[in-house]
């Protein structure tokens, strides 16, 4: 049996936000884009148990996370190095931020721990609701939003420096300032 | 990308990190130099707009990341995949 040609459409809608988040898990894009076409291969081969009408991106991104604990996340060791090396995953120039306070941003968001960063994304930036984001990591709703807020403080704490910066001091005075109140 | 188009409905989503409170007291702006609207010194509000300015740039820059790859579309070889699986019986 072919598949439905609206569901096919649906998961491809779904794939460049797929690859955005399994790049955030992966921290590299090769094996973000290994993961993703694992998570196609298990879909299609499943879908069958896919409801129509019911949310796919939901879906795919539950599979693809699904795949990624169970397999990726294995090799810790690599996902601390990714987890490290995330900030250099992705090259952007935002026209509105400063490319120096965006290499600070993404800085701070690797040092967030993995639950933490999952959350923040499904919600902030893939744009699911709390409910979906909770289906999608398996826990509570109330898990989700305690993930999210705690997300944001560690990134607001993390970047409480650079706000500093905005109101005066030049780039060597916080440097000295961020050394001062490490030690 | 052709009838690969219906990729950038994605983008269309809606953000859920927007359900901070808006601060109706002054223009929404992201720029801390930005006086106050009713002139007071700014000294004593500055943590509370620095916590604000922060969370709002904290959304703005999660989306600009994301987005950077979301712009990417649907890689060619991952549309390959998809057709070929979605025509096999």
Redesign the interface.
Known sequence: ???D?AI??Q???????L??FA??LCGNIDRA?DL??ET??RA??HIDSFEPGTNM?AWLFTILRNLFRSEYRKRRREVEDAEGRYAET???H?E??GRV??EE??TA?AKLPQDQREA??L????????EDAASICGCAVGTIKSR?NRA?TR??DL??I??VD??GPDRATRAVLAGGGRS | MGDWEKADQMKNRRTNLETVPPDTDRPDSDKPEAAHPMGRPSTPHKEARLGREVQARIGQQLRAMYDEVVNQGVPPHIADLIRRLSDQD
Do not use: C, N, W
């Open positions: 049996m072919k598949l040609p096919r459409d998961v491809l809608a779904t794939v460049p936000s690859r955005a790049i955030s884009d993703v076409q196609l291969l299609l081969s991106p992705l090259k952007s935002p509105q931020t306070e965006f941003f993404r968001l923040l994304i919600v902030g930036a893939s744009g699911f609701s709390y999210v944001r990134l607001a970047l409480a650079d706000s905005d109101f």
